[in-house]
């Protein structure tokens, strides 16, 4: 996979992520007042890291051969492609005495940066595009 391919993939996954992401603060935002709710969070760019950081290692490292499938796999990369987004639920702060985990004000902050970070990823989607524009007018 060529580096324009990948960075453009990992562009439009991190915005699918970010589009989930906004759903999810938007709804533990609509239910701050609701007693025993308990927020939510999208967990993702940790295991896309561990995935990429095992395609390094397993390049830089010891080759060992199988001659079986049941045979253990060493340096094995992970594929970044099959890492899923991941809501986790928030279980451990509690902010009301209704049970509710959910400060408002958190959350639209939340929002803005999430926007933010959608308009950041737009654009650098469109200077990738851009880039191939200008080198193919070569």
Known sequence: MNSFTRSIDLLQREMDVTSLRYQVTANNLANSEVPNFKRSVVNFESELKRAIDSEEIAKNSFKLTTTDD?????????????????????????AKANGNNVDAETEANNILQIQMQYRLLTQLTSFEFEQVNVAMKK
């Open 70 to 94: 049941r045979h253990i796999q060493i340096n094995t990369p992970y594929d970044y492609r099959e890492i899923e987004p991941r809501r986790v639920v928030d279980y451990t702060t509690q």
